[in-house]
T-cell receptor
Framework: DTGVSQDPRHKITKRGQNVTFRCDPI?????LYWYRQTLGQGPEFLTY????????KSRLLSDRFSAERPKGSFSTLEIQRTEQGDSAMYLC?????????????FGPGTRLTVL | AQTVTQSQPEMSVQEAETVTLSCTYD???????LFWYKQPPSRQMILVIR??????QNATENRFSVNFQKAAKSFSLKISDSQLGDAAMYFC?????????FGAGTRLTVKP
């Protein structure tokens, strides 16, 4: 399967712990996006990469959040000192070019529960 | 900032009937794109249909079509001949070169 994959699918952690999620985009897709989705809401944009460069970050992305995309392939999203409000589904998407027209292909998401 | 509003949290349709999901948006941009995404329960979000703002003709994909009213900033999705597999959350999305926003979604139930 050559779709977007995310790991882990589920993560339960205690408040104050650090967590890291991984996203593998569709190969040769040079744009990669991270979103957060809470129950009953649509995805909220967090950040995106054009190849290895992080081009935009939402104000939702506090200093406890950091994302990387070394070598322009897979990406990681780390949350430090997790809080209960961080509980959400974290979605990754990729698209083949910088054109706004292009469809974003979504992964299955990582569901984070902070106890 | 651009906003996307879906005023129908839930909708229901009888199998084989037609249903229309509403979406309005706010933007000051002239060049943008609009999308409808479907998110089945516990499954990945997939694109249903998209519309370029500069095109006057409404997009159509098989049983799915849109009614794009640029002046009114309205972008509704019509599903014809509804099928059980159409049951899902539907999200309207707006995108320009600087922004990507989703509505809160409409949960569609299809009754057999």
């Amino acid at each position: 399967d050559t779709g977007v994959s995310q790991d882990p699918r589920h993560k339960i952690t205690k408040r104050g712990q650090n967590v890291t999620f991984r996203c593998d985009p569709i190969s040769e897709h040079n744009r990669l996006y991270w979103y957060r989705q809470t129950l009953g809401q649509g995805p909220e944009f967090l950040t995106y990469f054009q190849n290895e460069a992080q081009l935009e970050k939402s104000r939702l992305l506090s200093d406890r959040f950091s994302a990387e995309r070394p070598k322009g392939s897979f990406s990681t999203l780390e949350i430090q000192r997790t809080e209960q409000g961080d509980s959400a589904m974290y979605l990754c998407a990729s698209s083949p070019s910088r054109r706004a027209y292009n469809e974003q292909f979504f992964g299955p998401g990582t569901r984070l529960t902070v106890l | 900032a651009q906003t996307v509003t879906q005023s129908q949290p839930e909708m229901s349709v009888q199998e084989a009937e037609t249903v229309t999901l509403s979406c309005t948006y706010d933007t000051s941009e002239s060049d943008y794109y609009l999308f409808w995404y479907k998110q089945p329960p516990s499954r990945q979000m997939i694109l249903v249909i998209r519309q370029e703002a500069y095109k006057q003709q409404n997009a159509t994909e098989n049983r799915f079509s849109v009614n794009f009213q640029k002046a009114a900033k309205s972008f509704s999705l019509k599903i014809s001949d509804s099928q059980l597999g159409d049951a899902a959350m539907y999200f309207c999305a707006y995108r320009d070169n600087n922004d990507m926003r989703f509505g809160a979604g409409t949960r569609l139930t299809v009754k057999p």
